[in-house]
């Protein structure tokens, strides 16, 4: 699940949902210094030297993509604003941590804090132990009077370690706990949103950020907070310790550390870089190793014979990555030594002032190995700290995408009403309906006003993009109108609760869902208000004309379909639209909206249906969304629409009387089937 921002998996997780033509390298195969910002550059390599330069497109397409913002502002920025942060993004991830698990999180931060205790009590233990030992008298004499205080080290040690270990299995239990509830509430909100939120593109930026890199830098956030509260812990205790020994060495502990930690920013700073440079190439890799792998292009591949090509570009990109990676691989190892051999020549000042306090009797024998031993313990936490400050300070901007997100969608969640929705209704009235996407130019529906009777079958016609989908949504309560009402029976369905109304509502779409679950839950989902048995089911999928080919299915109605899985199964585009068509029976609603519900089907199997739409019509209600026109024949009433608008209605005699848009519809359709 969690990842460290040091993977090359976390700018990539999302990746191979993008068309891969965003930041790209310039390598020649020999190790050449990059070209690339990371922001608009192409890449050049085609692993033996020879230069191939790869797709450039247009500087919109070049520009970082969205998930790689943060790592682009951690890559720029400096380490003294890291700081200033630091606090903030702190305080943000253990919150976090304290709602996914108030007992957890507060074991981890007591068990923390002990053991820093322990280890100071360890480091005070060694002054005692170097005392006795450098004490005047015979040597047995010294190390008696080193025994308590080394009993004591040896406790202080094992408690630490005990300590330690404990909080190691709290952290353990709290990260996933941290991942759970942060993808819970994701999908919880992403799923509390009306339909109508889907279509505005500020949303969904927001909510693609969040999926892709939100969630997994929640559970950073928390698991570097913890690393960051270990290192802090262990270098106040080191430095505490070297404050009571003596005071001049605290300033000696910091400038020691300095050299390491610009180092270790500066190597971080490097991969981030990296990261942004090779962005495209590790999107063109990943997305055409799914595809070489995946089972939907097996037939094509293997149709046109493009393995070995598509080998060949993967091995390039691979090449190309390499490459740069080694590169970077150098440039952070020569980074690190200059680091670590200025930080030895501070360190060095460290202790010759460690020794000039000992050679001035400013300081006692014993108690200068105790500091001895406490500036390598404080050397090694800050080194670590600030390492770990940096990577916290990435992870903290992308969890603001998903704090951002949580907070748009709690400000866009459905409100909930206890106004109980009735069982059935005589009518539902549309009066003035209008609906309009967001930053569309026209509404999708315009001012329509319609009646449906219950019992009836209401046919919608029209060419494409005349509102009829949309204006079934409306009808099953997936969009509310901005202006006019959906009333049940006089009662304006805004006063119902979403989730109550679409209860009353089946919907049959003209592209259903292929839930991974068994056949059985494929059908039983459609209904909530109790589980259904066996027996059930099979009635609702002979309803629906699927229970032949699922009693066919390796498992029958146990089976599951999918063929991602072992011992799953798939079905045809019509075997899908049969079960869509069975959950709908299975439903037991009121309303029945069927939108183009037999697209997939056989001419056969589509007769079937219709006979079953209106054998489930008696008692209920069915409005019909098709292109065919002699499915419309025996509804009821028929709208036409045309540019969202209600232009014509009447049965299939009054609107072939009329000679009108419906008439030619109908007449054009008829005379492909009629002879020369």
């Given at each position: 699940m969690a990842q460290t921002t040091s993977e090359k998996a976390d700018g990539t997780d999302a990746a191979t949902k993008a068309d891969g033509t965003g930041a790209a390298t310039k390598a020649d195969g020999t190790g050449a210094a990059t070209k690339a910002d990371g922001t608009d550059a192409a890449t050049k390599a085609d692993g033996t030297g020879a230069a191939t330069l790869l797709e450039v497109e247009e500087d919109a397409e070049l520009a970082v993509p969205y998930w790689l913002t943060g790592t682009e502002e951690a890559a720029n920025t400096t380490f003294l604003r890291m700081l200033r942060r630091l606090p903030r993004l702190l305080r943000e991830a253990w919150l976090l941590a304290w709602r996914a698990g108030r007992r957890t999180t507060a074991a981890v931060l007591v068990l923390q804090v002990a053991?820093?205790?322990?280890?100071?009590?360890?480091?005070?233990?060694?002054?005692?132990?170097?005392?006795?030992?450098?004490?005047?008298?015979?040597?047995?004499?010294?190390?008696?009077?080193?025994?308590?205080?080394?009993?004591?080290?040896?406790?202080?040690?094992?408690?630490?370690?005990?300590?330690?270990?404990?909080?190691?299995?709290?952290?353990?239990?709290?990260?996933?706990?941290?991942?759970?509830?942060?993808?819970?509430?994701?999908?919880?909100?992403?799923?509390?949103?009306?339909?109508?939120?889907?279509?505005?593109?500020?949303?969904?930026?927001?909510?693609?950020?969040?999926?892709?890199?939100?969630?997994?830098?929640?559970?950073?956030?928390?698991?570097?907070?913890?690393?960051?509260?270990?290192?802090?812990?262990?270098?106040?205790?080191?430095?505490?310790?070297?404050?009571?020994?003596?005071?001049?060495?605290?300033?000696?502990?910091?400038?020691?550390?300095?050299?390491?930690?610009?180092?270790?920013?500066?190597?971080?700073?490097?991969?981030?870089?990296?990261?942004?440079?090779?962005?495209?190439?590790?999107?063109?890799?990943?997305?055409?190793?799914?595809?070489?792998?995946?089972?939907?292009?097996?037939?094509?591949?293997?149709?046109?014979?493009?393995?070995?090509?598509?080998?060949?570009?993967?091995?390039?990109?691979?090449?190309?990555?390499?490459?740069?990676?080694?590169?970077?691989?150098?440039?952070?190892?020569?980074?690190?030594?200059?680091?670590?051999?200025?930080?030895?020549?501070?360190?060095?000042?460290?202790?010759?002032?460690?020794?000039?306090?000992?050679?001035?009797?400013?300081?006692?024998?014993?108690?200068?190995?105790?500091?001895?031993?406490?500036?390598?313990?404080g050397i090694g936490k800050l080194s670590e700290l600030a390492f770990t400050v940096n990577r916290v300070y990435e992870q903290g901007l992308y969890f603001a995408d998903f704090q951002g997100f949580c907070e748009l969608s709690t400000d866009r969640a459905e409100a909930e009403t206890g106004l109980g929705v009735p069982r059935t209704f005589a009518e539902i009235r549309l009066d003035g309906v209008t609906f309009s996407y967001p930053?569309?130019?026209?509404?999708?529906?315009?001012?329509?006003?319609?009646?449906?009777?219950?019992?009836?079958?209401?046919?919608?016609?029209?060419?494409?993009?005349?509102?009829?989908?949309?204006?079934?949504?409306?009808?099953?309560?997936?969009?509310?109108?901005?202006?006019?009402?959906?009333?049940?029976?006089?009662?304006?369905?805004?006063?119902?609760?979403?989730?109550?109304?679409?209860?009353?509502?089946?919907?049959?779409?003209?592209?259903?869902?292929?839930?991974?679950?068994?056949?059985?839950?494929?059908?039983?989902?459609?209904?909530?208000?109790?589980?259904?048995?066996?027996?059930?089911?099979?009635?609702?999928?002979?309803?629906?004309?699927?229970?032949?080919?699922?009693?066919?299915?390796?498992?029958?109605?146990?089976?599951?379909?999918?063929?991602?899985?072992t011992d799953g199964a798939d079905l045809s585009g019509g075997q899908w639209q049969r079960l869509a068509v069975s959950r709908a029976f299975h439903r037991d609603a009121p309303l029945l909206i069927c939108d183009e519900p037999t697209a997939n089907l056989d001419a056969r199997a589509e007769h079937d249906v219709y006979l079953r739409l209106r054998e489930l019509a008696q008692g209920r209600t069915v409005v019909l969304i098709t292109h065919r026109m002699a499915s419309v024949r025996e509804a009821d009433r028929i709208y036409v629409l045309d540019h969202g608008t209600v232009v014509e209605e009447g049965d299939h005699e009054e609107l072939m009387a009329a000679a009108g848009a419906y008439a030619q519809l109908f007449t054009l359709q008829a005379s492909a089937y009629q002879s020369a």
């Open positions: 053991s820093g205790a322990a280890a100071a009590l360890g480091l005070i233990s060694v002054v005692g132990v170097l005392d006795g030992l450098l004490s005047a008298g015979p040597t047995p004499e010294r190390v008696r009077a080193a025994v308590p205080s080394l009993a004591l080290l040896i406790f202080a040690l094992a408690l630490r370690g005990l300590l330690a270990s404990a909080a190691t299995a709290a952290h353990g239990r709290l990260s996933p706990m941290v991942y759970e509830a942060a993808e819970m509430r994701l999908l919880d909100l992403t799923t509390g949103v009306d339909l109508a939120t889907f279509d505005d593109p500020a949303w969904r930026d927001a909510m693609e950020r969040a999926r892709d890199r939100g969630t997994t830098a929640a559970q950073q956030m928390v698991d570097q907070g913890i690393e960051v509260l270990t290192h802090l812990v262990g270098l106040v205790a080191a430095a505490g310790v070297l404050t009571v020994l003596h005071p001049a060495l605290l300033p000696m502990l910091v400038l020691a550390v300095v050299p390491t930690a610009w180092a270790a920013v500066r190597g971080a700073r490097m991969n981030y870089h990296s990261r942004l440079r090779l962005i495209a190439v590790w999107r063109r890799h990943r997305m055409l190793a799914y595809l070489l792998a995946a089972r939907e292009p097996a037939a094509e591949l293997r149709a046109f014979t493009v393995r070995r090509f598509l080998l060949a570009e993967v091995a390039r990109l691979l090449r190309v990555s390499t490459i740069e990676e080694i590169r970077v691989i150098g440039r952070v190892v020569r980074t690190n030594l200059a680091g670590q051999a200025l930080g030895g020549l501070a360190t060095g000042a460290a202790y010759a002032m460690l020794l000039w306090l000992l050679w001035t009797g400013r300081m006692e024998l014993a108690a200068g190995g105790a500091a001895a031993y406490a500036i390598n313990i930053d569309a130019a026209r509404p999708a529906v315009k001012d329509v006003s319609l009646t449906l009777a219950h019992g009836q079958i209401i046919a919608l016609v029209g060419e494409n993009g005349s509102g009829k989908s949309t204006l079934a949504a409306v009808l099953a309560g997936l969009y509310r109108p901005q202006q006019g009402t959906v009333a049940w029976d006089g009662v304006d369905v805004a006063g119902y609760g979403p989730e109550a109304m679409r209860e009353r509502v089946a919907v049959v779409m003209q592209e259903p869902t292929r839930w991974p679950l068994s056949a059985r839950l494929n059908i039983a989902i459609g209904r909530h208000d109790r589980p259904a048995s066996l027996d059930e089911v099979q009635e609702s999928a002979r309803a629906g004309d699927a229970h032949e080919f699922v009693a066919e299915l390796p498992r029958q109605y146990e089976t599951l379909l999918s063929r991602h899985f």
